[in-house]
Nanobody, 126 residues
Framework: QLQLVESGGGLVQPGGSLSLSCVAS????????IGWFRQAPGKEREGVSC????????YYDDSVEGRFTISRDNAKNTVYLQMNSLKPEDTAVYYC???????????????????WGQGTQVTVSS
């Protein structure tokens, strides 16, 4: 059974940092494109960051460029999202997703993935 499990969410003050993890089971992540998405109440799900499985290229939404970093540890079958300089507008449920598609460049930021985790809540508030 293919499964993705996110963790690491929580409450943080503006300017703070959080590190999210996405652990895969039932399949090997290095054969998949991985994306991090978020969805705030009343808003559509949006792509935050993604990593290609063909060449390891990474992409970021403009709203998080320079603040968030995506990385993968194939030995642990885990993908991370390091989030720094967090802002209240980063508050959302964060999801990781996986797909075997070799997306064309930043198309991996689109929510076209087959496998999704259950999400982890990130709240940025003072």
């Amino acid at each position: 059974q293919l499964q993705l499990v996110e963790s690491g969410g929580g409450l943080v003050q503006p300017g703070g940092s959080l590190s999210l993890s996405c652990v895969a089971s039932g399949f090997t992540l290095d054969n998949y494109a991985i994306g991090w998405f978020r969805q705030a109440p009343g808003k559509e799900r949006e792509g935050v960051s993604c990593v290609s499985h063909s060449d390891g290229s990474t992409y970021y939404d403009d709203s998080v460029e320079g603040r968030f970093t995506i990385s993968r540890d194939n030995a642990k079958n885990t993908v991370y999202l390091q989030m720094n300089s967090l802002k209240p507008e980063d508050t959302a449920v964060y999801y990781c997703a996986a797909d075997t598609t070799d997306f064309f460049r930043s198309a991996c930021l689109l929510p076209l993935y087959e496998y999704w985790g259950q999400g982890t809540q990130v709240t940025v508030s003072s």
